[in-house]
């Protein structure tokens, strides 16, 4: 199961701070990205949850799903091509319970996660 994401473009973080209300200048301005000595500014880390919550709900009905968390591994830069994954950890007792990850092109694995979902697949 994969979830493949345009490119994350400079657009995208604007709009998502918009409209989360996340307005953290180090994911939209270069400025202060590199004066936090990054190259470039990335991702805010509630839309690359996002993306992985796209994918459980492509998968089953938001109304399936029981549990849902992830860990931050690394960021997001800006121009990132992120594909997300899932993967059917156990089936038990009416639950599923799945493996997510959030992978870039160069191998990098930016979140990885958990989510515990209603019946199967």
Do not use: W
Request: with cysteine; net charge negative; glycine share 6%.
């Amino acid at each position: 199961m994969k979830l493949e994401i345009p490119p994350i473009s400079r657009t995208t973080l604007a709009l998502y701070a918009g409209a989360s209300g996340d307005h953290n200048p180090i994911h939209i301005d270069l400025d202060v990205a590199r004066s936090a000595g990054l190259e470039d500014v990335f991702a805010h880390g509630m839309l690359s949850m996002s993306y992985l919550a796209r994918l459980l709900t492509d998968l089953v009905p938001q109304e399936r799903i029981r549990s849902y968390s992830v860990r931050f591994t690394a960021v997001t830069p800006v121009h990132a091509r992120p594909t997300c994954t899932a993967a059917v950890r156990e089936v038990a007792d009416g639950l599923t319970r799945l493996d997510l990850t959030m992978t870039l092109d160069d191998g990098t694995v930016t979140l990885q996660g958990q989510a515990t979902i209603e019946g199967e697949l």
